[in-house]
């Protein structure tokens, strides 16, 4: 989510973004190339973190999210990519091959560091409520193009999506302090809790909870 520190007002008039039906490299590349020296992946990939790790980590996180009826948008200048996850699908079913395929490239000490940072972060869901969940999950902005709105536009339209068709976004992780602080008054997010390992003033990420929507 640090890509949203570039995009946060624009004069531009942006067009709305397209859903992905189909996995295709421009998108893993953006994605790959916008966390590059994120905290978060670096955190899970540990030394392995470069960009071939990430293409092929975001490959098989597109892929898996289309396979397992998440959604992925995008601008239709193919400029920004944003990936959203069911938590139904991670907390309720058995994970498909491609999963289990971004769980390799982590490989088990990272799929572990991923594990504890989601169970640090103190986000449960009420069982209840995790049906009509959805999670931002990865939001990626071309090199070259930030500073223009993209990653804003692309988040506010796409919460607002969700929201119409009844779903809730009960939190996000972001990447960094500065990041967290443009959640709020942008998104409705306010911060839940930075998650910090030993020995690091910094953290590797930061849990954002939302206020509820507007009806």
Same mark, same amino acid.
């Given at each position: 989510?640090?890509?949203?520190?570039?995009?946060?007002?624009?004069?531009?008039?942006?067009?709305?973004?397209?859903?992905?039906?189909?996995?295709?490299?421009?998108?893993?590349?953006?994605?790959?190339?916008?966390?590059?020296?994120?905290?978060?992946?670096?955190?899970?990939?540990?030394?392995?973190?470069?960009?071939?790790?990430?293409?092929?980590?975001?490959?098989?996180?597109?892929?898996?999210?289309?396979?397992?009826?998440?959604?992925?948008?995008?601008?239709?200048?193919?400029?920004?990519?944003?990936?959203?996850?069911?938590?139904?699908?991670?907390?309720?079913?058995?994970?498909?091959?491609?999963?289990?395929?971004?769980?390799?490239?982590?490989?088990?000490? =990272?799929?572990?560091?991923? !594990? /504890? &940072?989601?169970?640090?972060? $103190?986000?449960?869901?009420?069982? +209840?409520?995790?049906?009509?969940?959805?999670?931002?999950?990865?939001?990626?902005?071309?090199?070259?193009?930030?500073?223009?709105?993209? =990653?804003?536009?692309?988040? !506010? /339209? &796409?919460?607002?999506?969700? $929201?119409?068709?009844?779903?809730? +976004?009960?939190?996000?992780?972001?990447?960094?302090?500065?990041?967290?602080?443009?959640?709020?008054?942008?998104?409705?997010?306010?911060?839940?809790?930075?998650?910090?390992?030993?020995?690091?003033?910094?953290?590797?990420?930061?849990?954002?909870?939302?206020?509820?929507?507007?009806?």
């Amino acid at each position: 989510m640090e890509e949203m520190l570039k995009t946060q007002i624009t004069q531009e008039t942006l067009a709305d973004p397209i859903k992905i039906t189909q996995a295709e490299p421009w998108q893993w590349e953006i994605l790959a190339e916008a966390f590059l020296n994120d905290p978060t992946l670096n955190f899970w990939l540990g030394e392995k973190t470069s960009m071939a790790s990430l293409c092929e980590f975001f490959e098989a996180v597109i892929k898996d999210t289309l396979d397992s009826g998440g959604a992925v948008f995008s601008s239709p200048d193919q400029k920004v990519v944003i990936v959203w996850t069911r938590h139904e699908y991670t907390y309720l079913e058995s994970p498909g091959k491609w999963k289990q395929r971004w769980y390799e490239i982590l490989d088990p000490e =990272g799929v572990k560091r991923y !594990k /504890w &940072t989601y169970a640090t972060g $103190d986000v449960e869901i009420d069982p +209840s409520r995790i049906r009509n969940s959805m999670l931002p999950d990865y939001i990626g902005v071309k090199s070259g193009t930030q500073g223009r709105g993209y =990653g804003s536009h692309i988040l !506010k /339209w &796409t919460l607002n999506y969700f $929201d119409q068709l009844g779903f809730e +976004s009960p939190y996000l992780l972001a990447s960094t302090r500065r990041s967290a602080k443009l959640y709020g008054p942008l998104m409705g997010y306010y911060i839940h809790k930075e998650i910090l390992i030993e020995n690091n003033p910094v953290p590797v990420g930061i849990f954002m909870k939302r206020n509820e929507p507007a009806q």
